[in-house]
């Protein structure tokens, strides 16, 4: 890192203090050399955590400020979002942790817009309490869609796997009249320009997966194979997008197969996060691709099941703050590039304009 330059703030909302959320969080922040990296922002309550620190004993302190101002680097921060004392109960819903689950979401959100923190990473939330509250949205994902207006992808991220799905979080009923060749375009664009700028893959190599089994086995187990993904793909290829497909996706996540892709489009959620999860779970991130800011958070849930028990895995949770720091200084260089390259072809062209 440039001494130059700051430390990336990494902004960070809590999910649901009744799950694994703040203890994950935690033992992410343990090492005493982790603010050499990046400056941490919890947006959450520093009572919250001292009596969470306590349960888990754990050996780490933190920086309660009031306002993004006081933020230091070289410290755990935690903006005191609410300064009560609040009722924890490990493993259970309840409306208070949904609340203040909300309140941090919309805390560290407005930070990251208002260029107060760099990067953005979600700790999970209990989406039915949060809807309970009215919040529309079934997932963070959506939700970030509605906030930069701009549609975004749900890309899982590991170092071998990179997963998209072209439909969110949607019943399975729905999911074929969801799907257009389109829809599908769009989204393998999106796809497409992630890993060039947010991965540095210069010419990325993508497989879609068709629909149904056997990726419809021309025609005979549905239609939407000939009608849409098929179709998608050649007008792909005819824009010189290395795309192909669509493959079955019974038989496509085998590491021989995939591992000859940069990425691959699923056409729905579990198809593409069940393969993922199983290959890539203590390690999994989930980034939200197309966005104009750096968000990413663990492939994990609130996990009330082992809430309290302190054997909940950081790792996906530290991947996630380090995948969203790599991106982000990706995406900052190829930005950089991009201006110069920009800036010399103007000058190129103003100077054949002299040479006239």
């Known amino acids: 890192m440039n001494s130059r330059q700051p430390p990336i703030k990494v902004g960070i909302s809590v999910g649901d203090f009744n799950g694994i959320g703040p203890e994950v969080i935690m033992k992410t922040l343990l090492d005493k050399n982790?603010?050499?990296?990046?400056?941490?922002?919890?947006?959450?309550?520093?009572?919250?955590f001292n009596y969470q620190k306590s349960i888990f004993k754990l050996n780490v302190n933190f920086h309660c400020i009031e306002k993004i101002s006081q933020i230091q680097h070289k410290k755990i921060n935690v903006i005191n979002?609410?300064?009560?004392p609040v009722e924890v109960r490990l493993g259970f819903a309840t409306e208070i942790s949904a609340k203040m689950a909300l309140e941090?979401?919309?805390?560290?959100?407005?930070?990251?817009?208002n260029k107060e923190t760099d990067i953005l990473v979600t700790a999970p939330i209990q989406k039915d309490e949060m809807m309970k509250l009215g919040f529309p949205f079934i997932g963070h994902t959506e939700y970030l869609e509605d906030k930069f207006q701009k549609k975004g992808l749900m890309l899982l991220v590991s170092e071998d796997l990179k997963t998209a799905v072209a439909t969110h979080h949607i019943p399975v009923s729905e999911i074929s009249g969801k799907l257009s060749k389109a829809?599908?375009?769009s989204q393998v664009k999106i796809l497409q320009e992630s890993l060039i700028q947010d991965f540095c893959i210069q010419k990325p190599k993508l497989a879609v997966l068709g629909l149904n089994p056997h990726a419809g086995d021309n025609g005979r187990i549905g239609k939407e194979e000939q009608d849409t993904i098929i179709p998608a793909i050649e007008e792909l290829q005819k824009e010189g997008i290395l795309a192909f497909g669509p493959y079955p996706a019974d038989s496509f996540f085998q590491p021989n197969k995939y591992s000859s892709f940069d990425a691959v489009l699923a056409m729905y959620h579990d198809q593409g996060l069940i393969?993922?999860?199983t290959l890539a779970y203590e390690e999994g991130v989930n980034f939200t691709a197309g966005l104009p800011f750096v968000r990413t958070s663990p492939d994990h849930g609130v996990a009330y099941d082992i809430a309290g028990k302190n054997i909940a895995d950081p790792r996906s949770f530290m991947e996630a703050i380090f995948t969203g720091i790599r991106i982000y200084k990706n995406r900052e260089?190829?930005?950089?590039?991009k201006k110069t390259q920009l800036k010399k072809t103007s000058e190129d062209q103003g100077m054949d304009e002299d040479l006239l």
């Open 104 to 113: 941090s979401l919309e805390a560290a959100t407005g930070a990251l817009l």
């Open 333 to 337: 260089e190829y930005n950089a590039l």
């Open 81 to 84: 979002l609410w300064k009560d």
């Open 34 to 48: 982790i603010t050499d990296f990046f400056t941490p922002v919890i947006f959450g309550s520093g009572n919250l």
């Open 275 to 277: 393969p993922f999860k």
């Open 183 to 185: 829809s599908i375009i």
